[in-house]
């Protein structure tokens, strides 16, 4: 049974910075990408970042790059989500994903439950 957990979400000032994590309970968690999806409320599910299964590639949407860092550690199955200066507009439900390595949310097999993120202004 495939299971993706996030943690790390809450309520930030505009400028601050989060780290979300999500832990993976797939047994071949290191043959996945692995990606980071967020959605506000009335919106649709949007891509923010993603990385292949060795780390060695990432994808990031426009408005997050420079300021978003996504990172994975194979062997204890986690995948980070480094957020810095933070704006209202980041505010959002944060998912992550296990799949194919890509920007759509149709490549993606397996989703967490998401976790909140606020950012204050």
């Known amino acids: 049974q495939v299971q993706l957990v996030e943690s790390g979400g809450g309520l930030v000032q505009a400028g601050g910075s989060l780290r979300l994590s999500c832990a993976a309970s797939i047994r071949t968690f290191s043959s996945y990408a692995m990606g980071w999806f967020r959605q506000a409320p009335g919106k649709e599910r949007d891509f923010v970042a993603a990385?292949?299964?060795?780390?060695?590639?990432?994808r990031y949407a426009d408005s997050v790059k420079g300021r978003f860092t996504v990172s994975r550690d194979n062997a204890k199955k986690l995948v980070y989500l480094q957020m810095n200066s933070l704006k209202p507009e980041d505010t959002a439900v944060y998912y992550c994903?296990?799949?194919?390595?890509?920007?759509?949310?149709?490549?993606?097999?397996?989703w967490g439950q998401g976790t909140q993120v606020t950012v204050s202004s």
């Open positions: 994903a296990a799949g194919t390595y890509c920007s759509a949310y149709g490549c993606y097999n397996y």
């Open positions: 990385i292949t299964w060795s780390g060695g590639s990432t």
